[in-house]
Nanobody, 115 residues
């Protein structure tokens, strides 16, 4: 019954911005507040990589490739995780997945950045 649903993906030109949302349901407010949430991405022919994570006390970590361009945040009242993506590069093109804790994953949303 736990569901994570990503939205906000699409087609954007290099240098543009997108904001991804991960709406959660079927998890408690306590779980959402205290559990690390993360965004991953997977490009064709490549392994899935961790992009950004946010802890229960809202400490954040980013991969070197997105640091300074992406921002992860969360709304504890709405139980939504966001990924603000600025200054997008063609190499950011991938399916982006939301993760809650170790066991919960969304279905992904496609981000395509054209040159």
């Amino acid at each position: 019954q736990v569901q994570l649903v990503e939205s906000g993906g699409g087609l954007v030109q290099a240098g543009g911005s997108l904001r991804l949302s991960c709406a959660t349901s079927g998890i408690s407010g306590i779980f959402f507040r205290l559990t690390t949430m993360a965004w991953h991405r997977q490009a064709p022919g490549k392994q899935r990589e961790l992009v950004a994570s946010i802890t229960g006390i809202e400490g954040v970590n980013y991969s070197d490739s997105v640091k300074g361009r992406f921002t992860i945040s969360k709304d504890n009242a709405k139980k939504i995780v966001y990924l603000q993506m600025n200054s997008l590069h063609p190499e950011d093109t991938a399916v982006y997945y939301c993760q809650g804790g170790d066991n919960y994953w969304g279905q992904g949303t496609q981000v395509t950045v054209s040159s």
